[in-house]
């Protein structure tokens, strides 16, 4: 498996409070995604990295931000958690961004917003 | 809006047949193709990946792109029991630094 470690596994936390997700990844790997699944929706992408403090939006980002201090760690912050940012949150890394650049997935974060 | 296209399922084959999973897409820039398998509670592992129209083959899969009809396709051979899991398409454009784009996976079951 690539070297992806995302923490907290599992969190519970109640609307309202932020949340902040961590990805490390010792792969020195540039790329850094966040996705999010759910049911009936597959996996969409928040916000991803292209190098230490370079980010852009994804697919889903609103309500989400994102921070890189450092090659391998990626940070994601739900700045005001809400019920609907309930889901599992996938982090992965790429090698290389070009078209022939392959994902890597970490184990996952399980968020419960109550 | 960039989409790709799976059949959900659940998609039932016996033991030792040949399991066929499709998926299609919408964005014809698209350059590379990623199948994904992914366990209940599990996160997506990559199975294969392929760039160029045609077939290609790792052990008892086999990808097949038709970029013309923006079509791609996983076929396992030999389904084995430990070949049940959710089968995700993913999609990238062209160039770039962009992510993934999913499919909603279909869920495959091989009965033995």
């Known amino acids: 498996d690539a070297g992806i470690t995302q923490s907290p596994r599992h969190k519970v936390t109640e609307t309202g409070t932020p949340v902040t997700l961590r990805c490390h990844q010792t792969e020195n790997h540039r790329y850094m995604y966040w996705y999010r699944q759910d049911p009936g929706h597959g996996l969409r992408l928040i916000h991803y990295?292209?190098?230490?403090?370079?980010?852009d939006k994804g697919e889903v980002s609103d309500g989400y931000s994102v921070s890189r201090s450092k090659t391998e760690d990626f940070l994601l912050t739900l700045e005001s958690a809400t019920s609907s940012q309930t889901s599992v949150y996938f982090c992965?890394?790429?090698?290389?961004?070009?078209?022939?650049?392959?994902?890597?997935f970490g184990p996952g974060t399980r968020l419960l917003v109550l | 809006q960039k989409e790709v296209e799976q059949n959900s399922g659940p998609l039932s084959v016996p033991e030792g047949a040949i399991a066929s999973l499709n998926c299609t897409y919408s964005?014809?820039?698209?350059?590379?193709f990623f199948w994904y398998r992914q366990y209940s509670g599990k996160s997506p592992e990559l199975i294969m990946f392929i760039y160029s129209n045609g077939d290609k083959e790792d052990g008892r899969f086999t990808a097949q792109l038709n970029k013309a009809s923006q079509y791609v396709s996983l076929l396992i051979r030999d389904s084995q029991p430990s070949d049940s899991a959710t089968y995700l398409c993913?999609?990238?454009?062209?160039?770039?630094?962009?992510?993934?784009?999913f499919g909603k996976g279909t869920h495959l079951i091989i009965q033995p």
């Open positions: 990295s292209y190098g230490v403090k370079d980010t």
């Open positions: 992965a890394i790429s090698e290389t961004g070009t078209a022939q650049g392959t994902q890597y």
């Open positions: 964005d014809r820039g698209s350059q590379s």
């Open positions: 993913a999609v990238q454009p062209g160039g770039g630094a962009d992510g993934l784009t």
